[in-house]
């Protein structure tokens, strides 16, 4: 422009519907150059000090899992093929039959007549054989036990590789069949097949419909599985090929342990005391190596320390060798004590000891019991400086003071005398009721004429009269703590301060503190405690996996246990299998331990809690009292008066360690000595420190309501009680929340402040809590049960006969 002039433009100014972006977030979002950059080269320490995990590709993913893969199934083929053959032990077979119409001999004579096999007889009464079938080149070892005692049943299952379960054609099992089965599933089915006889005894044309009814039966508990017919040689050839194939399930509690079933028992008595002497016992390891230095569970018979284990000769070999029988040697049994051969021997420093309580001292923590001087001076210092604070008028002297006394208060008068008077009234009335309804009865009842039964005769006379006043008694109790849990009645003769001294006010039961260690029962002084019971559990797991010494599983072996007593041989019933099961370290030892607990279903008996009963857990069984509490998440855990139907509680008892998982049955006996199913579960863990808190509640009616401040009765009876438990929170059914301001009178009235403003019909309640322990019952001699006694169910009919 001429002159050299400089124009100057406007700037823009921006409207008021300016779009206004949002701004990048450089912090939060960089890139990984920008890191690096950043970082320079610096790594974190937690990077540093942990593995960095290696990330592979696609093609190394697929060839690592097709690895784990090939790796477990040659793991399941190994164990397939060490079962029955010649490395391994007799794949052992245990016969239960499930209906009383069905016969377990039949089946046991079936499988014995194949021809192609070679029979060993194990023991004198033929329930026990051993079968070597050289067409799968497997041997097998067959048992059957009396399907009326549970405990035998059980035991069997515990050791068994296979469950061959006998059904009946028409109604698969009976009532105690089902019992049987609940019971199995609950300790744990090992694998197992289902055999059914008599199909073909039956007409062709109700075959077909006699399956599909049995198949119905059978779908309810089963799915997968397949019935197989039992009727001829071929079908028992048939059922043994699929056991021999079929895959194994494993038994979690006995994965971890050496067992053996016994074949061969004998007893010789010590020389110098005819009361104990050495147990052998002859049969196959399984499960893990057995090691002489662990202690050994006889089932049902306690715990023993094993002395040696000796090899002795298979007595039935896969491939027999045929041997020349030696010079001078006439007797069979003196030459398989010529071939038995020491393997172990107990050495003393290594052997664990059967101690399983703790011998307290009662002279631990004492203190020096001070003299009768000391005693009489310490009384002295308290009389001299005891003070009495009284209630007395204005102006009164020291020397009036203490002439006046405590006014303790006119007793209200007991209403016993009108409740007495009341009774008699209802008590008259009732009877003349009873008179007039008994006059119009007659009038119109008829004349019938019903014939004997001599049936209903010796029911009447089976009945225990005070069983039944008990278990009424029971019932009673569980319904009233079902609809006031925890409600409690404050005693008139006796003062709450002294009834309820041994419990305590919480301001919350989830966060308030409670010292595990506190006021512990002399009890605890007797037990083990871990300080990790995972920790440990885990740790010993380990070990006994990477453990290599002692005899190997397969071998035939004669555990010499040493220290029995006479009664255990006496005792023994050949119809009853005898199984060892070996410790693991701290198993014998006595501590608190807790079972997780679930109501079985068929039983609806109330199950009042400190009421013993019959435990199976793992491979124990003992007669304990428990003690039920709730299953939470929590550091304190309220206490439960009654096992109710369908729940699922923690039962604590003194009781053996057992480390989880295993198995726990709990079963109540009945007055003639038959076992009832309670409840099922499993082991939770070893814990004395596990608090269980008991709460009562006391309950007050509101008398006089002004606003917030309202006069409540009838939670105390007298004016010390309410001042003793001024300082605890009271709460009421609705919601409102309190606290005791003053007592009111002699008579237990107290004013009371809530939150709110209470209803007439509102309850106040009062929570006390005080921390229970389990009683020292425990008995590990549990008798065995009453026979099932299987009949035909019959129904009389009575034929009535009216005038």
């Known amino acids: 422009m001429a002159g050299g002039g400089c124009v100057q433009q406007e700037r823009h100014r921006p409207g008021a519907f300016k779009q206004s972006n949002k701004a990048h977030k450089a912090g939060r979002h960089r890139t990984k150059g920008s890191l690096e950059r950043e970082q320079r080269g610096r790594v974190s320490v937690k990077v540093s000090t942990k593995k960095l995990k290696k990330q592979l590709r696609r093609h190394d993913r697929r060839h690592h899992a097709t690895q784990i893969r090939q790796q477990r199934r040659e793991a399941v083929l190994a164990e397939k093929r060490s079962l029955g053959t010649k490395e391994g032990p007799p794949h052992l077979v245990g016969v239960i039959v499930l209906h009383s119409g069905t016969s377990g001999a039949d089946v046991m004579r079936l499988i014995r007549s194949d021809e192609t096999s070679s029979v060993y007889d194990l023991n004198r009464s033929g329930e026990q054989f051993g079968l070597i079938c050289p067409r799968f080149k497997q041997r097998f070892s067959f048992i059957r036990v009396n399907s009326g005692d549970i405990h035998a049943v059980l035991d069997l299952a515990k050791v068994v590789d296979t469950l061959m379960l006998v059904l009946d054609p028409h109604e698969g099992w009976d009532s105690y069949g089902d019992f049987c089965l609940s019971c199995l599933f609950a300790q744990g089915l090992p694998s197992h097949v289902f055999v059914v006889q008599g199909i073909n005894d039956l007409p062709v044309k109700k075959r077909t419909d006699a399956k599909r009814s049995l198949t119905k039966i059978f779908e309810r508990r089963f799915l997968d599985a397949k019935l197989f017919h039992m009727d001829t040689e071929q079908d028992a050839a048939l059922i043994v090929r699929h056991i021999a194939m079929q895959k ?14 016994a074949q061969q028992v004998t007893f010789e008595a010590d020389a110098g005391n005819g009361l104990v002497g050495t147990l052998k016992v002859s049969g196959y390891i399984r499960g893990q190596p057995l090691n002489v230095n662990r202690l050994v569970h006889i089932v049902g018979h306690g715990d023993f320390q094993m002395q040696q284990i000796d090899g002795s000769p298979d007595p039935m070999p896969l491939n027999p060798k045929t041997t020349k029988k030696r010079e001078g040697l006439t007797d069979p049994c003196a030459e398989m004590e010529e071939d038995l051969k020491v393997l172990m021997k107990a050495d003393s420093r290594k052997q664990e000891s059967l101690e399983s309580e703790v011998v307290p001292d009662p002279m631990e923590g004492e203190q020096t019991w001070p003299t009768d001087e000391e005693l009489q001076e310490a009384e002295d210092t308290l009389n001299s400086s005891r003070k009495i604070v009284r209630k007395v008028p204005k102006g009164t002297s020291d020397y009036q003071a203490t002439w006046i006394l405590d006014d303790e208060g006119d007793e209200e008068e007991s209403d016993e005398d009108m409740e007495k008077d009341e009774i008699m009234g209802e008590t008259v009335s009732q009877a003349s009721g009873e008179s007039d309804c008994e006059e119009e009865a007659d009038e119109e009842c008829e004349t019938m004429t019903v014939p004997e039964s001599i049936r209903d005769d010796n029911y009447d006379e089976k009945v225990d009269e005070e069983e039944e006043m008990m278990m009424l008694e029971k019932c009673k109790q569980e319904r009233m703590d079902e609809m006031f849990p925890d409600e409690v009645d404050t005693p008139k003769d006796v003062a709450a301060r002294v009834r309820f001294q041994k419990y305590r006010g919480l301001k919350s039961f989830r966060t308030s503190p409670w010292d595990p260690k506190e006021n512990l029962p002399r009890d605890y002084a007797r037990i083990f405690q871990f300080q990790n019971y995972t920790r440990t559990k885990r740790r010993i797991y380990r070990e006994t996996e990477e453990e290599v010494e002692g005899a190997m599983p397969g071998w035939y072996v004669t555990v ?99 480390f989880s998982p295993a198995s726990v049955l709990m079963f109540k006996q009945r007055v003639n000595g038959m076992h009832d199913l309670v409840a099922t579960g499993s082991v939770l863990k070893a814990d004395p420190d596990r608090i269980i808190v008991k709460r009562i509640i006391l309950s007050g009616h509101p008398f006089k309501i002004l606003n917030k401040t309202s006069v409540v009765r009838y939670m105390f009876f007298n004016r010390e009680d309410v001042l003793w438990f001024k300082p605890v929170e009271l709460r009421t059914k609705w919601g409102r929340k309190g606290h005791i301001k003053e007592p009111l009178g002699t008579h237990g009235h107290m004013k009371c402040l809530f939150d709110g403003q209470l209803k007439s019909q509102d309850t106040v309640l009062m929570s006390l809590y005080k921390r229970v322990f389990p009683k020292w019952a425990y008995d590990p001699y549990v008798p065995s049960p009453i026979p099932w006694e299987r009949t035909e169910s019959t129904v009389n009919v009575l034929e009535v006969e009216m005038d």
């Open 248 to 261: 194994q399930r494993h038994l979690a509690f006995r994965d971890h342990r050496s067992y053996l079933l």
């Open 560 to 658: 010499h246990i040493g220290s029995v007593p006479v009664s255990l041989m006496d005792s023994l019933d050949p119809e009853v299998p005898l199984a060892l099961f070996t410790l693991l370290p701290h198993e014998h030892k006595m501590s608190v331990m807790h079972f997780l607990l679930r109501r079985h279903a068929n039983n609806t008996e109330p199950i009042k809690s400190k009421e013993e009963m019959v435990f199976h857990c793992g491979c124990r069984r003992f007669r304990a009292p428990p003690l039920y509490s709730q299953h939470t998440s929590a550091n304190k855990f309220k206490y439960e008066r009654f096992f109710r139907c369908n729940s699922t509680l923690v039962g604590t008892v003194y009781g053996p360690i057992t």
